[in-house]
Structure formats: C-alpha cells, structure tokens
C-alpha cells in the first residue's frame, strides 16, 4: 500500500518493482564487461533457462477460507532467528556495478535483517564489510593453502561472521563466453581480490607488496585459489577450524548431500551458481525435492538459481528448502540504486512473498511442502 498511497499524493516509485526493467536499466548505465560478468552465464546459456523453466513449469495451487491475515514469514536456521526465508547469495566483485559495491549490499540487508553472505571474491575487506552490522555469513573460496584457508576462518569468526558457507563448484572458471569474448574478467584486473590481498598470511607469501606488484599478487593468488578440486577428506580442516555452522553450496547430487551429512556438516545449498558452471546441468529446482528427501533433518537445505519472484520462494520452500538465496537481481538494485536500490528488491520480494503466500492460502513457511503445489 505504501507505494499505492504515495501515487494518491502524486509520487511516482522511484524504481520499477519489476527485476527485468531494472535489470535492463543496469544495462543501459554499465558498460558491456561489467554488465555481461552478472547477466552471463555458462556455454549457451542451457542451464541458466533450465534454472527459470523449472519455475515456470510448477504452479501453486491457492486455497481459500483460511485465516491468513496474521504471517509470519520468520524462520529458524542452525538455532538463530531470522525475518525471513531469504539470503543474500554471495556475488563477488560488486564494485564493478557501483562503487559502494558490498558496503551498499551490507548496509541494506543489515537495515531489514537479512543475513547477507560475503563472497571471499568481494571488493571490500571482511572486517569493511563486518561495519555495516546486521547477520553475516562468510563464503568461502577454499585456498590450497591451509594457513591461508585458516587466517580467512579466523578472520571471518573474529568479525562476527557466524555460519560459513563453502562453495564447491567454482573450484576454476566455467567456460563464459561473453566474458572470454569481451576478454573482462574482474579478478585480472585485481578487482576482487579484497579479501585475499587483505590478508596478513597471503601477504607473507608474496615477494614484493600488493601495492607495488600487483601483477605478482595475482599470479600468487591464481593456483592458490583456482585450478583444482578439493577433496571430500580434506573438509575435516574446516569441521576442525570452524566452530558455527558449515554449509556447503553448489550440491547438486542426493549423494553428494548425504556425504556431507556424514562430514559433519550443516547444511547444503542447492545451487547450479546461477547456471554459471556447468552448463547443460541440471535445474537447481528439478535437483532439490531428491536432495531433500535424501537428508531428511540431517541437514538444513537451503536453495539458489533463478529466484526472481516471490512465487519462485514459495515454490522452492514447498519443495523442501528452509530457505533461499537470492542472486543477480540485487545486483541490478545495487546497479542502479546503490544501497536503496538493494533494499529496494529486497522489500519487494520480501512483499511479494507474504501476499503470495497469504493469497495462497498459508500464514508462513512452516506451512508449505509439496501440496501447496501441482502434483507433477
Ligand atoms: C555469483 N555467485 C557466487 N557464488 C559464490 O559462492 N561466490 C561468489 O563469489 C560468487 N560470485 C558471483 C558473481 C556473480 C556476478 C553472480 C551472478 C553469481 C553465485 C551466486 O552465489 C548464486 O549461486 C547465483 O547467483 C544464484 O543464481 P541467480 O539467483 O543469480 O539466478
């Protein structure tokens, strides 16, 4: 109603509620490089559209006659409460869309409570980001080197970064043709690089400062961070490094899930990165009511790729995400409003998400499995 009442009194929005007119407003301000790092995907684009048809191709089936008129969309994750079934997706690099980057991002999600999760590939520093308050996670590029992995787990604790969230499917770069063409990629040009850069362990490794070599810097970072796999052994460092929750991201696999069970671990997010990866993958949607029958309550499944719509929330917690993340459209917010721009889509879809659910028949996420949907 807010926005319905200020056009009473003649005041126009000052952002499109619609994600795709922002997104092609952040078009038209950024450059091609910049703009085509976010909008891109994997090969040709297969598993970005798999992400969306997979939506498209559920429907919610609304029930009537329900007292809804009190919701609640709170929820519980590894014992803290949080507003809302919402997270911000780790992106990093969010400088190349405005210059405020992850502080705007920061300070936005801190002013509704939403837990944003800092990528280790931001453009501001952990302890930068820790400032703007509000729940953090922390991402985690796992280095190939322990003592470095082990500063960055000591960092993000100190800094009140409570639960940490390891991404498995970035381990090297997919093959991105609009980045290879445009030959732009952010972290070759240190953009980026914050959080390792910042770091006192991976300075000792360098010969000559960052300042003063950059160059070197990079070629230092790139096989630290970059080129192989970690392996499923190799998570007890983490379990034995980190004492909150940790989730690992990029599961796709009902196998793969229950081996983190079995590592100790907390929870999984079921993501494809946005079809950024492997393209021709699976859709992360059609991947999670397996992952979550597989683990049952051994494990918290949360939920990315293709969220756009407070429809899409519904549809991934009926099947069986505690909660989801939410990726390229705040980039876009960010794009064109800097901090108001992110807290604007998320108010949005955080709007969009209580009315459909109200209208749907239901007075919060508790209430929602496999039945608020079509049989398919
Ligand atoms: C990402 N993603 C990502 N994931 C991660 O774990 N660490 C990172 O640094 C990044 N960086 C990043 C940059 C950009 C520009 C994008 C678009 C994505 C993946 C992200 O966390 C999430 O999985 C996807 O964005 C979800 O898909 P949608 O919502 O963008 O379709």
Redesign the pocket.
């Known amino acids: 109603y807010e926005i319905y009442l200020n056009g009473l009194a003649g005041q126009q929005p000052p952002y499109s509620t619609s994600f795709a007119e922002l997104e092609r407003v952040a078009r038209e301000r950024l450059e091609p490089g910049p703009y085509w790092?976010?909008a891109g995907s994997a090969g040709i684009g297969a598993t970005?559209r798999a992400?969306r048809e997979a939506f498209d191709r559920r429907r919610i089936v609304p029930r009537m006659l329900r007292d809804v008129s009190v919701r609640d969309l709170g929820v519980e994750l590894f014992g803290r409460r949080y507003p809302a079934p919402l997270l911000l997706?780790?992106?990093?690099?969010q400088s190349i869309v405005h210059p405020d980057g992850e502080m705007a991002t920061a300070r936005a999600a801190a002013s509704l409570g939403v837990p944003m999760v800092l990528?280790?590939?931001a453009s501001h520093t952990i302890e930068e980001v820790a400032e703007a308050g509000g729940p953090r996670w922390f991402?985690l590029?796992w280095p190939h080197d322990d003592e470095v992995t082990l500063s960055l787990l000591q960092r993000a604790a100190g800094s009140g970064y409570d639960t940490l969230?390891v991404?498995l499917d970035?381990w090297t770069l997919a093959w991105r043709p609009r980045d290879l063409d445009l030959a732009y990629l952010p972290f070759l040009r240190g953009t980026g690089l914050a959080i390792p850069f910042s770091d006192p362990v991976f300075r000792s490794r360098l010969e000559r400062p960052v300042e003063e070599d950059l160059n070197g810097a990079i070629i230092q970072w790139a096989p630290m961070f970059n080129g192989r796999s970690h392996t499923w052994e190799r998570l007890s460092l983490l379990r034995d490094n980190w004492d909150g929750p940790i989730v690992l991201?990029g599961v796709q696999h009902p196998d793969d899930a229950l081996r983190a069970a079995d590592a100790g671990m907390d929870g999984v997010v079921v993501?494809n990165?946005?079809?950024?990866q492997v393209d021709g993958a699976t859709a992360s949607l059609d991947a999670l009511p397996a992952i979550a029958a597989a683990v049952g309550d051994r494990l918290t499944v949360l939920f990315?790729?293709?969220?756009r719509t407070g429809s899409d929330v519904v549809k991934a917690l009926a099947l069986g995400a505690r909660a989801v993340?939410?990726?390229?459209?705040y980039?876009w917010g960010l794009a064109v409003g800097g901090e108001d721009g992110v807290r604007h889509v998320l108010r949005s879809l955080l709007a969009e998400l209580d009315l459909t659910l109200g209208l749907a028949g239901h007075d919060g996420p508790a209430g929602l499995d496999p039945s608020a949907l079509e049989a398919s």
């Open positions: 790092y976010v970005q992400n997706a780790p992106i990093g690099v990528s280790t590939a991402q590029y969230v991404t970035t991201k993501s990165h946005g079809g950024r990315d790729s293709g969220v993340l939410l990726g390229r459209p980039v």
